[in-house]
């Protein structure tokens, strides 16, 4: 995956084109990768920083310890972040526990267990969807 996401960037597609990327594993290695991809990135001949390329996609919260989630969060920011389990792998209850340990307020809370899924994958409320089927 992110080997995958770095071709992208840095094969300048995520700059000829708006993409909409949902890296999954709160970014995989790219996030903790760069400040080194951006300064070992010059060759690509991009007009930004790697960073910000990667900054553009989203995530989920799968990551097996609090400090990985709470980066993901940080480095993404709240609006690029949804809640993700990795289930059947993984056991949803434990992540939720791990997520309580993340500081977040009530606002973010709502937004990564809920808004950002909606709004980044298009989902549709069902009750709003029962309603305008009617």
């Known amino acids: 995956m992110s080997v995958a996401a770095s071709r992208l960037i840095l094969s300048g597609l995520m700059e000829r084109h708006d993409l909409k990327i949902v890296m999954s594993h ?7 990768q760069s400040g080194r991809m951006d300064k070992n990135t010059k060759a690509a001949n991009l007009p930004r920083p790697v960073s910000e390329y990667m900054k ?4 989920d919260t799968v990551s ?10 940080e480095y993404y920011g709240i609006d690029r972040v949804m809640y993700g389990t990795d289930y059947p792998c993984w056991d949803p209850a434990t992540c939720l526990k791990l997520l ?3 500081p977040l307020s009530a606002t973010d809370r709502q937004k990564l267990f809920y808004d950002n899924a909606r709004r980044i994958l298009g989902l549709k409320d069902p009750v709003a969807a029962r309603i305008a089927a009617e």
Do not use: C
């Open 100 to 102: 309580e340990d993340v």
């Open 64 to 73: 097996p310890h609090t400090a990985g989630q709470k980066f993901a969060i």
């Open 26 to 32: 709160t970014g995989g290695a790219l996030p903790y």
């Open 56 to 59: 553009r996609m989203y995530t």
